[in-house]
């Protein structure tokens, strides 16, 4: 049983780190970030070939958010791959994502953005996998414009890229 002066203490840490993170938040607002600095998170030959994998697969690389927009938007199938540097994408979503655009039956559009790189691209796309939770890698199929299957980094981190795959096709067997 946790006592009185535990609690207190418990209490005190809580509301402090309350307090340093509100503090940490309005202080990096406030500070201008400078032009030369770039928004993305990574430098882009590093991301080259991971965007590589994907776009000599078929796929496309969407930018920005219009053309997330025209991606989704209106009639047809849409298959979208949130892409990312991590090793569960290297691993298992992008090697997935391959093995199911392969399938006889798939999607009109194969397209894909790359998260912390162009970020209203991202941003945009997760827009549209609403209600779910900001993850990536992840992957989506879109049909006339409204989300009918999603995968989530947590269904991708730990299974066989097979797996995965075989998702996305029986996905694509039912909507495409």
């Known amino acids: 049983m946790i006592g009185l002066r535990q609690q207190s203490v418990n209490l005190f840490e809580a509301y402090f780190s309350r307090i340093i993170f509100a503090i940490f938040v309005v202080a990096k607002s406030a500070i201008a970030k400078p ?3 770039s928004s993305k998170m990574y430098p882009e030959y590093l991301v080259e070939p991971m965007r590589a994998e994907l776009t000599n697969a078929g796929f496309e690389e969407l930018k920005s958010a ?4 025209q991606a989704i938007k ?3 199938t849409v298959f979208v791959v949130v892409n ?3 090793g569960c994408a290297a691993a298992n979503a992008r090697p997935a994502a391959k093995l199911a655009a392969s399938n006889a ?3 009109q559009k194969l397209v ?3 998260a912390g790189m162009e970020k209203e691209a991202v941003d945009r796309a997760r827009a549209y996998m609403m209600p779910f939770p900001p993850s990536s890698p992840a992957m989506a199929l879109f049909k006339d414009g409204k989300l009918v299957h999603m ?3 947590h269904q991708i ?3 066989p890229a097979q797996m995965i795959a075989d998702s996305l096709i029986g996905a694509f067997e039912q909507y495409c």
């Not at 219009?66 to 927009?69: F, L, Q």
């Open 66 to 69: 219009d053309e997330v927009d």
């Open 151 to 153: 995968i989530e980094r």
């Open 105 to 107: 039956k798939h999607p």
């Open 112 to 114: 894909t953005v790359f």
């Open 74 to 76: 209106g009639e047809g």
């Open 35 to 37: 032009k030369f600095i």
């Open 84 to 86: 990312s540097v991590c």
């Open 157 to 159: 981190e730990g299974r």
